[in-house]
């Protein structure tokens, strides 16, 4: 699970428009508010989001690690 800081510089984009590495996915966005999103292409990060990622990729540190 990563944090949304707010100079990430995808905010406002569609997830299906990020450049994200394979192997990965965003199984759900908790907005700042408590509300859980289950993602699709058209949602969009927010600052202050939780991003929670599945991946077996275990040296992801940050929410800057999931794009290539």
Same mark, same amino acid.
């Given at each position: 699970?990563?944090?949304?800081? @707010? %100079? =990430? &510089?995808?905010?406002?984009?569609? !997830? @299906? %428009? =990020? &450049?994200?590495?394979?192997?990965? !996915?965003?199984?759900?966005?908790v ?10 292409g058209g949602?969009m ?9 599945v ?14």
């Open positions: 699970e990563f944090n949304v800081g @707010k %100079d =990430l &510089p995808y905010l406002g984009v569609p !997830l @299906k %428009d =990020l &450049p994200l590495k394979s192997g990965l !996915l965003l199984a759900g966005i907005r700042r508010n408590g509300k859980i999103v289950i993602p699709s949602d990060l927010e600052p202050m989001d939780d991003v929670i990622v991946t077996t990729d275990t040296t992801m540190q940050d929410i800057y690690d999931i794009f290539q």
